[in-house]
């Protein structure tokens, strides 16, 4: 079992700056690749940013591609979710998840998941 736990969410305005977290335990962290989603009221579960498990080969949405990075401490099995030049759109909880292989790119690859945590950016 893998468990999951992020940090770092809250409120920020417009064009602010956030830091995400997700701590991993339970397995060997580096035999997982990661990912970051979100989801917005309404709206369906959006992959954010994804990173391998090894090389840390990243995958960015569009809609953030420039403003987010990820990345991964293996020693610390932890991994990060940088967010600038926030705006009122990027609203959503954000969870992380843990997926068995190199990468993952699809929402069913992904195994284990954390509770989420909430960004709000307001206007």
């Known amino acids: 079992q893998v468990q999951l736990v992020e940090s770092g969410g809250g409120l920020v305005q417009d064009g602010g700056s956030l830091r995400l977290s997700c701590a991993v335990s339970g397995r060997t962290f580096s035999r997982y690749a990661m990912g970051w989603f979100r989801q917005a009221p309404g709206l369906e579960r959006e992959l954010v940013a994804r990173i391998s498990r090894s090389d840390g080969t990243t995958y960015y949405a569009d809609s953030v591609k420039g403003r987010f990075t990820i990345s991964r401490d293996n020693a610390k099995n932890t991994v990060y979710l940088q967010m600038n030049s926030l705006k009122p759109e990027d609203t959503a909880v954000y969870y992380c998840?843990?997926?068995?292989?190199?990468?993952?790119?699809?929402?069913?690859?992904?195994?284990?998941w954390g509770q989420g945590t909430q960004v709000t950016v307001s206007s």
């Open positions: 998840a843990a997926a068995p292989g190199y990468s993952a790119g699809y929402y069913y690859q992904y195994e284990y």
